[in-house]
């Protein structure tokens, strides 16, 4: 399967903090996205970076993609209260999305 | 970027009963999906529900046990039947974004079989 895998599971960090969370794959994708949820509601797109880019930014967010380890890590600066969430890699190999098993950020006051 | 509402948020049911859950999005969209998160786990697809035409179901996954419609290109809904405790979860619908690469997803269905 294509299946993300996050790492680690869960991570809590300090606020102001940079948190990093890693994920790997098993096959071939178009693309790579990572979402956002809070508490249990709807999953928020944050960055898609394509098979071809090796990174990319997007505000506190920075995100790199080696498909030579099929890897992917996300990297949160400066962190806030407010990021707090579970983070979840998605693969895209043409046919469907599939989704990784989520890194659970808490950002300690 | 769509804005997606779902009823409803959450339910608690009895075993045996059937649940509609219904997703409605503010335009005009081609791909409508339905995912189960179940507790303190990823997100699984449980069928893309087409306009016109029956949804296509993942594997795992029946029409018997979650029959979806898809009247028009705004409008879904999930049915969960003959529930029992293992279909606690929460269920979500999303739609593709114009590049057909990323999803909206709504604010999900917290459900609870007894």
């Known amino acids: 399967s294509q299946q993300g895998e996050e790492d680690p599971q869960a991570l809590s960090i300090q606020e102001g903090e940079n948190a990093t969370m890693n994920c790997s794959y098993k096959?071939?994708?178009?693309?790579l996205q990572w979402y956002r949820q809070n508490s249990g509601r709807g999953l928020v797109h944050l960055i898609l970076i394509r098979s071809n880019e090796r990174e990319k930014h997007s505000g506190r967010l920075r995100v790199t993609l080696d498909t030579s380890k099929k890897s992917s890590s996300l990297l949160i600066t400066a962190s806030r209260a407010a990021d707090t969430a579970s983070y979840f890699c998605a693969t895209d190999g043409g046919r469907k999305i599939i989704f990784g098993k989520g890194t659970r950020l808490h950002i300690l006051p | 970027s769509a804005v997606i509402s779902q009823k409803p948020s959450r339910d608690i049911c009895q075993r045996g009963t059937s649940l509609t859950i219904q997703c409605q999005v503010d335009s005009q969209v081609t791909m409508m999906f339905w995912y189960r998160q179940q507790p303190g786990q990823s997100l699984t697809l449980i069928a893309t529900a087409n306009q016109g035409s029956e949804a296509t179901y993942e594997s795992g996954f029946v029409i018997d046990k979650f029959p979806i419609s898809r009247p028009n290109l705004t409008f879904s809904t999930l049915t969960v039947s003959n529930m029992s405790p293992e279909d606690s979860s929460i269920y979500l619908c999303?739609?593709?974004?114009?590049?057909?690469?990323?999803?909206?997803f709504g604010p999900g269905t917290r459900l609870l079989v007894l």
């Open positions: 096959t071939s994708i178009n693309n």
């Open positions: 999303s739609v593709s974004g114009d590049s057909q690469e990323t999803q909206y």
